[in-house]
């Protein structure tokens, strides 16, 4: 199983506001940043979220990222249609070395 | 506009070998480190390894460790993956992603991935 923990599932209806949790550890989310990927079907992730709750240019501020401890979590509001896509967090981990750990992601519905 | 574009992939036999390419452009290559994640069918996304900007220090998942080697070429602005000895659950599509300040997980541009199938 994945280092950090996601829900498999989340769902919402249009308008509604939707938030996904990704748990980890001190080794990874306790000490580092959060990152935040989304990725439709048959297409490469994109970032939606980097430094745990900074936006890129070009992402709705619909979609929002926060911090706490070793968890994280990504929020939408406004839920969309087009929202409909598999979402995943990410982090370094300063065990082993070190590595790059993922959640197993989320599937958002919308239903 | 960044670009990375990936090639290299291809069906390939259990014990096989292949090396990944990845074509970056529109960005000074060797300022950022850069980074290999790969997607099994049907399956959630997996860190594989990373790079410093400088070639000096690479990252392994521990699943590859020992049979694949991240390297780059800063006069071809060209990341590569020597994957080796491959298994069948190597199979993925596999990506590159560009590092963008905060950790080697923070990718702010992906390349279109490439596939490689080990199979018999």
């Known amino acids: 199983q994945s280092v950090l923990t996601q829900p498999p599932s989340a769902s919402g209806t249009p308008g509604q506001r939707v938030t996904i949790s990704c748990s980890g550890s001190?080794?990874?989310?306790?000490?580092?940043?959060v990152n935040w990927y989304q990725q439709f079907p048959g297409t490469a992730p994109k970032v939606l979220i980097y430094n745990s709750d900074q936006r890129p240019s070009g992402v709705p501020d619909r979609f929002s990222g926060s911090k706490s401890g070793t968890s994280a979590s990504l929020a939408i509001s406004g839920l969309q249609s087009e929202d409909e896509a598999d979402y995943y967090c990410a982090a370094w981990d300063d065990s082993l070395n070190g590595r790059g750990v993922f959640g197993g992601g989320t599937k958002l519905t919308v239903l | 506009e960044m670009q990375l574009v990936e090639s290299g992939g291809g069906l390939v036999q259990p014990g096989g070998s292949l090396r990944l390419s990845c074509a970056a452009s529109g960005f000074t290559f060797s300022n950022y480190a850069m980074t290999w994640v790969r997607q099994a069918p049907g399956k959630g996304l997996e860190w594989v390894s990373s790079?410093?900007?400088?070639?000096?220090?690479?990252y392994y998942a521990d699943s590859v460790k020992g049979r694949f080697t991240i390297s780059r070429d800063n006069f071809k602005n060209t990341l590569y993956l020597q994957m080796n000895s491959l298994r069948v659950d190597d199979t993925a599509i596999y990506y590159c992603?560009?590092?963008?300040?905060?950790?080697?997980?923070?990718?702010?541009?992906w390349g279109q991935g490439t596939l490689v199938p080990v199979s018999s």
């Open positions: 790079i410093s900007g400088s070639g000096g220090s690479a």
């Open positions: 001190s080794s990874n989310i306790g000490s580092n940043t």
């Open positions: 992603a560009k590092v963008n300040r905060y950790s080697y997980t923070d990718l702010d541009c």
